[in-house]
């Protein structure tokens, strides 16, 4: 069975999609059998330009990135998630909606790559994925199938440690 996973960042242009893209790449690289998404509380509508040349340059396919709505993974027929991560402060102090099955829900905080100075943002974007790809690398690495959800908090929650 999948393990579903949502990303969550306020506007779902940058931080949140690079944890989609290098999750689904590792995991497909792996054998595993989890799926991420991403979303945003107000998403922008539009992708950073350095987040996919971040991803494209890591060799991620991002053909099916865009940026879009929580709420499309509250209706009856999205897919049902087993984890929901947040990855920018505003994100993790809004309110989320409820989740479909009450999926484990953890921060993993990263500095918006989006405010490092024009000329650095290359680079910013670069540290950034590298980051975010090393903790889901982690994340995979756990046996998701098998850990509870307390136990999964608490291997999640140690993670972001």
């Known amino acids: 069975m999948t393990t ?3 990303i969550l960042c306020t506007h779902n ?6 944890g989609e893209g290098m ?10 059998d989890v799926r991420a998404y991403s979303a945003g509380s107000t998403p922008s509508g539009r992708i950073n330009p350095h987040a996919l040349a971040a ?12 940026s879009k709505s929580w709420d499309e993974f509250t209706a009856v027929d999205a897919p ?5 991560i947040t990855v920018c402060d505003s994100a993790a102090a809004e309110t989320c909606p409820w989740w479909p099955g009450s999926p484990v829900q953890v921060h993993w ?14 680079a ?13 690398q982690r994340l995979l690495a756990l ?8 136990e999964l908090q608490a291997r999640l929650e140690a993670l972001a440690a």
Do not use: K, W
């Open 4 to 6: 579903n996973i949502l």
């Open 13 to 18: 242009s940058a931080r949140s999609v690079l």
């Open 23 to 32: 999750l689904n790449h590792l995991a497909r690289q792996q054998g595993r």
């Open 55 to 66: 991803l494209e340059r890591a060799g991620v396919d991002v053909g099916e990135v865009r």
């Open 80 to 84: 049902r998630m087993r984890i929901v």
């Open 109 to 122: 905080g990263y500095a918006d790559p989006s405010n490092a100075p024009e000329a650095d943002r290359p």
């Open 124 to 136: 910013a974007f670069e540290r950034t994925r590298l980051a975010i790809a090393e903790r889901m």
């Open 143 to 150: 046996p998701l199938e098998s850990l509870d959800d307390r």
